[in-house]
């Protein structure tokens, strides 16, 4: 009995080391670049963890030095997320009622092209994008940008919307059409109201592409005046004046100011997409 | 109302007379539609016929006169004018069968609906596709004309020495995938990336998965407590943007002032050059890419893990199982299960890993007789042929490639889906 017990000491001290030593891999880098934003200096050298004189500096630097472009970047990316927001839930949420509520000729066949058109990386099409929208004359535009990030998440939340469409009841639908109500009075009286939760998935979700998504802005962008904050961060330490060397610790500043709120707004809603997640793995 | 007599109306007729679109619908007393018929049909052809003509014989020459005709706008209006040509087609056919079917409707006996009634019929049969409308004209021209457009782009001569307004593109059949198979400068280069992509991928999946297989069933230990707290640090890294946590990394494995050799491993006598050699740099975007990926599985696999029936222990227990044995038999096949519609999500994900190689170091480092970096991908060697060196056909015949094996695999995969199926069922 004395044996097991040992062994089973053993086993949840090695559980807690490993769990341990994985959780100070997670939170170091995270830490040093918060403790590289306090500290003094720009240099990536100077920078420690824990600076002995901390100092909000950078921060102010980013907001108030005119060599810093830092809110002219926020700006862009919340025009940029707040119109993909708009149209993205317009769109998609028409297109879903359609699939969802209507048996129309081709609609299967548009669910299928939907489904083919998601498995293509947008990426892949970058060539393309670049090319059209430079003889177009969109490129190096806010409105381009914004075209190309609502036509892309099309077909994703299509489905998105679509599947929990698919889980309101029709009975209530039928309801409310016997008691007189036409097409689009279904859409918006009964339809959406019960919807909400994917409708905030959906809109949270562009509205924050623009903050996290590097490589369309970083195609479709030219002008520093036309950054969205993921170009613009990147610029900083890569271009050819200023490299991790003498811009680190404004970086780390503008990198904290940028992640601490999507990582709070995710954490908040971490339970609800992991149970979507497993929900969607278990019940197929 | 009058009550008339269609016996001897003639559906043969009123489909010869919609060659023109709307003389059938005339034919069969629908004034409204038929006259509507003919104004669209005559309002398309004064708008497209120009158009179609030019963008039909554009796709076909790409331009005769170098310095006027500017070949990719050519292309554009050609791939638009097919796209038109296809709709008008369907217009067409749609408008012969409505008058065959009316003619069909009155012969048998039945009489001219009202314009009320068809009305509201238009109007109810018409509704899906009025919402459905917007999103697909979008996703025409965003996502399928781009895709049409790069498809077109790999089989001319568009690059950097060669490109429009000065010069004109030409068709040059397959000649661009040859010279990836053939030619030594571009076979080098496409098999050595071709061939990290693929190691790449699996590497990093595989990786990914078993770390957040191994943390997610330490961490559901009965034993183990503060269980909230552990979970929400290990899912840290999803949670902050992956754009900033790649740039801090490309920071911290700098080879002279990143903390890792700086406060690491020189301590030890250690010294790595991250950034410079070839196989150290891929070390490096593995171990990222592992810190990056694992809390998305880690997630998933732990949510199965508290979804599981505490009945099936307890009987595998009473029927004598040892602790291995329920892991293989029980907890394993739940795991599996769950992980397999999002398998081909995450090796896609990696296959496609653009934003970590670029952020990281741009590919780099260079490598001898190559035009790619040592840990290139496909899709990163796609953008430096884009940007850097614009070769554009090459980078569109690349990106073929790259899409034709992503929705290969990712389509045997989703077949196997059970929404899928179920869904290809019920419509």
């Keep these: 009995m004395n044996m097991r017990k040992l062994i089973s000491g053993l086993e949840v001290t090695g559980i807690y080391v490993v769990v341990l030593i994985m959780m100070a891999i997670v939170i170091l880098p995270l830490l040093f670049t918060v403790g590289s934003s306090l500290t003094q200096g720009t240099s990536m050298l100077s920078s420690r963890m824990f600076p002995a004189n901390p100092t909000l500096d950078h921060y102010k630097w980013l907001f108030t030095d005119p060599e810093s472009y830092y809110l002219i970047w926020y700006k862009n990316s919340l025009i940029v997320g707040a119109f993909t927001c708009l149209f993205a839930v317009a769109i998609t949420t028409l297109t879903a009622y359609a699939f969802s509520r209507y048996r129309f000729v081709g609609r299967r066949y548009g669910l299928y092209t939907f489904l083919l058109l998601q498995m293509f990386p947008s990426l892949m099409a970058m060539v393309a994008i670049y090319v059209l929208l430079m003889v177009v004359g969109l490129i190096d535009s806010l409105a381009g940008l914004i075209i190309v990030y609502v036509g892309g998440q099309i077909p994703v939340n299509t489905w998105l919307v679509k599947g929990y469409f698919n889980t309101i009841s029709r009975e209530l ?112 | 109302m009058l009550v008339r007599n269609f016996s001897a109306h003639s559906p043969a007729v009123a489909a010869g007379l919609s060659i023109i679109p709307g003389l059938g619908q005339l034919y069969n007393r629908q004034w409204m539609k038929g006259a509507f018929f003919l104004l669209f049909t005559a309002a398309c052809y004064f708008l497209f016929a120009d158009f179609m003509n030019i963008g039909l014989w554009g796709i076909w020459t790409l331009g005769t006169l170098p310095g006027t005709d500017h070949s990719l706008w050519l292309l554009v209006k050609g791939i638009i004018s097919v796209l038109l040509l296809l709709i008008f087609v369907v217009y067409y056919a749609i408008n012969l069968v409505d008058a065959w079917k009316e003619a069909r409707r009155l012969q048998s006996g039945a009489l001219p609906e009202s314009f009320r009634d068809r009305a509201s019929s238009v109007w109810n049969k018409g509704f899906p596709y009025m919402l459905v409308l917007p999103g697909t004209l979008l996703l025409v021209f965003i996502v399928a004309l781009p895709l049409i457009f790069m498809i077109c782009l790999a089989f001319t001569d568009y690059s950097l020495y060669n490109s429009p307004p000065r010069k004109l593109l030409h068709w040059v059949g397959f000649a661009n995938f040859r010279a990836l198979l053939d030619m030594p400068m571009w076979k080098d280069t496409f098999f050595g990336v071709f061939s990290w992509t693929l190691i790449w991928s699996l590497l990093a999946s595989t990786l990914q998965i078993g770390l957040a297989l191994m943390l997610a069933v330490f961490v559901n230990d009965p034993r183990i407590r503060f269980k909230r707290l552990i979970r929400t640090v290990l899912i840290l890294p999803w949670a902050v943007p992956s754009f900033v946590t790649i740039m801090i990394f490309s920071a911290l494995f700098n080879n002279e002032f990143g903390a890792i050799n700086r406060d690491v491993l020189q301590p030890l006598g250690l010294y790595v050059p991250w950034m410079t050699d070839v196989w150290s740099t891929r070390g490096a975007l593995l171990i990222i890419n592992t810190w990056l990926g694992y809390p998305f599985l880690f997630a998933i696999f732990t949510g199965v893990l508290q979804s599981i029936s505490a009945d099936l222990y307890e009987a595998a227990t009473v029927d004598g199982g040892n602790r291995m044995q329920k892991f293989r038999f029980i907890t394993m096949p739940h795991l599996m299960y769950a992980l397999g519609p999002i398998l081909v999500l995450i090796y896609a994900g990696n296959f496609n890993n653009f934003n970590l190689i670029y952020l990281f170091n741009q590919g780099g480092p260079p490598v001898l007789g190559q035009n790619a970096g040592g840990t290139d991908i496909l899709i990163s060697w796609v953008y430096k042929m884009t940007f850097t060196t614009q070769n554009y056909n090459m980078a569109a015949a690349v990106s073929i490639i790259i899409g034709l094996l992503t929705v290969l695999f990712s389509y045997y995969h989703l077949r196997k889906m059970a929404a899928f199926k179920e869904e290809g069922q019920r419509s």
Excluded: E
């Excluded at chain 1, 979700?205 to 903050?211: E, K, N, T």
């Design chain 1, 173 to 284: 639908d039928d309801a409310a059409r016997c008691d007189g109500a036409g097409h689009l009075r279904v859409f918006f009286k009964i339809l959406l109201p019960l919807a909400k939760p994917i409708l905030v998935v959906v809109a949270l979700g562009s509205l924050m592409a623009p903050f996290m998504d590097f490589v369309l802005p970083k195609i479709i962008l030219r002008d520093i005046n036309n950054y969205t904050i993921a170009v613009g961060l990147f610029q900083f330490i890569n271009s050819a004046f200023a490299q991790f060397t003498n811009n680190f610790t404004r970086f780390a500043a503008g990198s904290v100011l940028i992640a601490l709120p999507i990582s709070m707004v995710f954490l908040f809603l971490q339970r609800y997409f992991i149970a979507g997640l497993t929900s969607g793995a278990t019940k197929g």
